[in-house]
Structure formats: structure tokens, C-alpha cells
């Protein structure tokens, strides 16, 4: 370990001795730059606070920030009054598809509204999302995300071109860059990867906001050359971090069959990079993203199918209201006071919320 040739050499050290420094004075050296010491990773102290860049900007990151997908679905033209009578009205309306398909119903197609001896809900919550309904969605915000993107000359990443890591064997067209592709096209994709790995609702909202945290970080637009990759890598990424059996990338390997380990691992690791290691999802950030989904699904007449409340959910519903009930109780009490004065006059109101 003496030798001078020892391969054992450290790079930018940042505090180094002679070989007589117990006798010589302590002289430190200039630290070397980054391109000296060929290191070009950003050190965690050098990058940007993320809370001091406005709001618009890391969308991803702060939950008062408009989700990208949201403002570009609203750049559309303007749709004729009917549809946007029938849009508001989606929401109380009970999609016939999902009766036709499950229950033949012959007749004609009935409204269904709530009243006071039924009411109708749907199946999805912030905890627990429709699984069909959100890919859905998730797959209408990609779309929006390529039809409106800024076409401004921004750079496209090698790592992401479908020409140079095609997904299959098959040639890929000479025009693939030119042509957007239909939401059913992005909406198959990604129910193959999902259905195929078991993925589950939730990781879809976290998919969708690694993708525009990866926009917005690295200064990118997907666009139709590499739409595929980036939502190839945003599911991986998102599958690992969100479920606790986490699927692996030689799974993605037989999903995808003409695909090998080593573009998975290096399309992961570049996306990690361009994230900038930053994979946390706060609570608040989720559920903006499930909520703007939502949005986005009744402003394109996208209705979650509505259900007859039956006696058990109700039952289910009443139990953790009580539990919330009961949870808050000793809170009102601290909350109250005997006698207050009329200047300091304060109303405390608790309507707890119901996640089933």
C-alpha cells in the first residue's frame, strides 16, 4: 500500500499530506475542479433548491403548482355548447358501456342520478383508483403531453430514441418522428406493461409524475420519437419504488421480448441522473395528480362507471366515519371553550374525510 504505483489513488482528495507531515507545517492543496478530476456528477450541495424556483416550474415537486398535462389539455379549441353541456353533465351520468358489458342490459340508455333512496358512486379514490379508469387517463395526459408539446428545437436524448433503442425487431419507420400517436395507441401500451407486471392504479399517478418531473428536470418534450421510452422508464422506475415486490428488469425483458437487460439497466440509470436522484412522491403531490386526473377525465366526457351504494359499502362508509369520529373526538374537546370573548370569536368545524 506504500508503492506509489498502487492503483489505490484517490481522485480529488480534498486534504493531502507529504510524506513528511508530521515534521512539515500542514500546507493544504487548491482543490481540483470537477473537469480535472474528470467527476462530472452533480454534488448534492450544487444542485438548486427546489422550494426557491417558482411554482410553475416543478410542478411535480409542489402541490400549489398546475400539473403540466392539465394546462396543455386546455389549449384544445373550443368544443361546441352541446358537448360541453354533455361534459358537465358527465359526472352524474352512469357510463353504459360498462352496464353493456356487464350485464347485457337490452334496453335503451337511462341517466342515473342520485336520489333519496339511491345513490351512485363510483369505485375509484384517492387511495384506492379504478385501475382501467386511470390508466385511461394517465394515457390521455401523455397524449395532450405529445399533441401540445412546444416545438422549439429542444434537444432529444439518445437514450430515449426509439431509432437508435427500438423496442422490437421490426424496422422502424423513416418517418416515426413525424406522426402523433392516438390515445388508444398510448393507452394499449401502457395496459400491456401494466396487465403484464401486475402493476397496480397508484403506481400509474406516479408514473405520470416522474414523466413530468423528468420534462421539466432535464428540459425535454416527448414527442412521437420517444414517447415509448420515456413512459417505459417512468413505469420502471415508478413499479420499483412504489410496490414493495418490486418487478425487475429482466421481467420487463419477456414483456418486452426483443429488448435486452442492459438497455434496461442504462435507460434506468439515465433516467435516475435526469431525475437527479430525486424519486420522492409527497401525499400531497399524489393526490393533486389524481384529482387533475380526474378533472381530466370529465373535461373529455371520460365518466368513472357509477354503482348503486349498496348495504355493505354503506356499512363499510358509516364504520371509518365513526372511526374518524371517534379519532377527532378528544381534538373538538381541547377545541372548545367555556366562554369566549366576541373579538377572538372562532367556529371550529370538522367534516372529516371518506377514503374507502
Not at 438548486?48 to 398546475?66: F, K, V
Not at 429542444?154 to 422490437?168: A, C, Q, T
Not at 425487431?169 to 423513416?174: D, G, I, M
Not at 348503486?308 to 372548545?336: G, V
Request: aromatic share 8%; proline share 5%; with cysteine.
Amino acid at each position: 500500500m506504500g508503492n506509489t504505483t498502487s492503483c489505490c489513488v484517490s481522485s480529488s482528495p480534498k486534504h493531502r499530506r507529504s510524506n513528511h507531515s508530521r515534521l512539515e507545517p500542514y500546507r493544504p492543496e487548491p482543490e481540483l475542479s470537477r473537469e480535472d478530476t474528470g467527476c462530472n456528477l452533480q454534488h448534492i450541495s450544487d444542485r438548486e433548491n427546489l422550494d426557491d424556483l417558482p411554482m410553475e416550474y416543478n410542478p411535480s415537486d409542489h402541490p400549489r403548482a398546475s400539473t403540466i398535462f392539465l394546462s396543455k389539455s386546455q389549449t384544445d379549441v373550443a368544443v361546441p355548447s352541446k358537448r360541453v353541456r354533455e361534459k358537465r353533465k358527465s359526472l352524474y351520468i352512469n357510463h353504459f358501456t360498462h352496464i353493456s358489458e356487464n350485464k347485457h342490459y337490452p334496453g335503451p340508455v337511462r341517466r342515473k342520478y342520485s336520489s333519496c333512496s339511491t345513490i351512485f358512486l363510483d369505485d375509484s379514490t384517492v387511495s384506492q383508483p379504478n385501475l382501467k379508469y386511470t390508466i385511461k387517463c394517465v394515457a390521455l395526459a401523455i397524449y395532450y403531453h405529445i399533441k401540445n408539446r412546444d416545438i422549439d428545437g429542444r434537444m432529444l436524448l439518445d437514450i430515449f430514441d426509439e431509432k437508435l433503442h427500438p423496442l422490437s425487431k421490426s424496422e422502424v419507420p423513416a418517418d416515426y418522428d413525424k406522426h402523433d400517436p392516438e390515445q388508444k395507441q398510448i393507452y394499449r401500451f401502457v395496459r400491456t406493461l401494466f396487465s403484464a407486471a401486475q402493476l397496480t392504479a397508484e403506481c400509474a399517478i406516479v408514473t405520470l409524475v416522474y414523466l413530468e418531473r423528468l420534462l421539466t428536470y432535464a428540459e425535454i418534450d416527448i414527442c412521437p420519437a420517444n414517447w415509448k421510452r420515456i413512459v417505459l422508464g417512468a413505469i420502471l422506475l415508478a413499479s420499483k419504488v412504489w410496490d414493495d415486490q418490486a418487478v425487475w428488469n429482466v421481467d420487463y425483458c419477456q414483456i418486452l421480448k426483443d429488448i435486452t437487460v442492459e438497455d434496461m439497466n442504462e435507460l434506468e440509470r439515465q433516467f435516475l441522473e435526469l431525475l437527479q436522484f430525486n424519486i420522492n412522491v409527497p401525499s400531497s403531490v399524489y393526490a393533486k395528480y389524481y384529482f387533475d386526473l380526474r378533472s381530466l377525465a370529465e373535461a373529455n366526457n371520460l365518466s368513472f362507471p357509477l354503482e348503486p351504494l349498496s348495504r355493505d359499502k354503506a356499512q363499510k362508509l358509516e364504520a371509518i366515519s365513526r372511526l374518524c369520529d371517534d379519532k377527532y373526538k378528544d381534538l373538538r374537546k381541547l377545541a372548545k371553550k367555556r366562554s369566549v370573548s366576541a373579538d377572538n370569536l372562532t367556529v371550529v368545524r370538522w367534516c372529516p374525510a371518506i377514503i374507502s
